[in-house]
């Protein structure tokens, strides 16, 4: 399978810069089951699309402020986006300079204090912050949003909300789960009293989920790990909504990629049940994988070649999210972060 085989021509303009005012505003594309019509609605209207007795799953990881500014001691300018805190001060990062820096060069941080480069991990270089306090402090008083790089302007003030889910809890994304950024608490409450339950996973978003695919043979590509957590609250919830005949309903491919890890097949897991699972992961879902754990996927609309494209795809089939992808172009849906929504069902079976 190639990389090519997974593009498609999306005029800049659509790539949405900023936000909506209202977050269930967005319009959302649902793709049916059964080949047919796309049905043009909006996230607002999501209750009526859902049963009683349906399981919507969110990624409750909250964003941290990961991106800091500072200079060499040559005086060259870096930018540095923290992608995982390593304990003890030390962090694993992405580096934006003019000339690699070697193991033991300082950096002067805008805000006070030091990194010392450490060494190479991959693509990323690890830094040993010498700062005041906790690094996740210094961070959150220091540290500026890390909006995607398709975000063609410096943070506001209304991102530091807005780029951050109503239910983020657990601290240590540098990427928001954005289709989980449509829901606000008028739209909880009222899916819960049309009987729709929730239940939450833990995927901290990485940096390099904004790495491109490097190569044309997708045999070849290596996905970036993402640390996750799916707790025994989640497997409960599951198994009550299936053996009630309910639907489980992921939101964003965050919380596919936290089930299906938890899902794999192993010597812990040979029937490859849904269980508690805590550690890493690098699975690449592509045409081909047959995800068991969703019914369904609220996602946004995805960058062309990418990993994320390659997962819906492999959900709803490389035709029918083809077809989704022209109309949404078509009518002209915002697409990407602070974009608009697609509701998934997984092709009929013929």
């Known amino acids: 399978m190639k990389k090519s085989d997974f593009t498609y021509e999306l005029p800049a303009e659509l790539i949405a810069q900023a936000p909506l005012a209202e977050r269930s505003a967005s319009r959302l594309l649902v793709v049916p089951p059964a080949p047919g019509a796309l049905l043009d609605r909006q996230v607002r209207e999501l209750p009526r699309l859902l049963e009683p007795g349906d399981l919507l799953v969110f990624n409750d990881t909250r964003v941290i402020p990961a991106r800091l500014f500072g200079h060499k001691q040559t005086g060259g300018r870096v930018e540095i986006l923290v992608e995982r805190l390593l304990g003890e001060g030390r962090a694993r990062v992405q580096l934006g300079v003019s000339k690699s820096p070697k193991a033991g060069a300082l950096i002067e941080l805008d805000a006070g204090g030091i990194a010392e480069v450490a060494g190479r991990d991959g693509e990323f270089y690890l830094l040993d912050f010498r700062v005041d306090g906790p690094l996740q402090e210094y961070l959150e008083r220091a540290g500026r949003l890390p909006l995607p790089p398709y975000i063609q302007r410096e943070p506001g003030t209304d991102d530091a909300e807005r780029y951050q889910t109503v239910f983020a809890r657990v601290a240590g994304a540098v990427a928001a789960p954005t289709a989980g950024l449509h829901f606000d608490a008028p739209l909880l409450d009222e899916l819960a009293a049309r009987g729709v339950r929730t239940a939450h996973v833990t995927l901290h978003v990485g940096a390099g989920t904004f790495q491109p695919v490097r190569v044309e043979d997708l045999s070849g590509h ?56 805590a550690g890493e992961s690098r699975l690449f879902i592509l045409p081909g994988y047959r995800i068991r754990s969703v019914d369904a996927m609220l996602t946004n609309f995805h960058l062309p070649e990418s990993t994320l494209l390659m997962m819906v795809s492999a959900f709803a089939g490389r035709e029918r999210i083809r077809q989704a992808y022209r109309h949404a172009v078509e009518s002209r849906y915002r697409f990407f972060s602070y974009g608009d929504a697609m509701l998934l069902f997984p092709e009929a079976s013929s």
């Open 222 to 277: 290596v996905m970036h790990a993402e640390r996750i957590e799916v707790g025994q609250a989640v497997v409960d919830e599951v198994a009550r909504t299936r053996a009630a005949g309910g639907r489980v309903i992921a939101v964003g491919t965050t919380v596919v990629r936290a089930l299906e890890t938890a899902m794999q097949v192993g010597p812990d897991n040979p029937d490859g049940a849904l269980r508690p699972f």
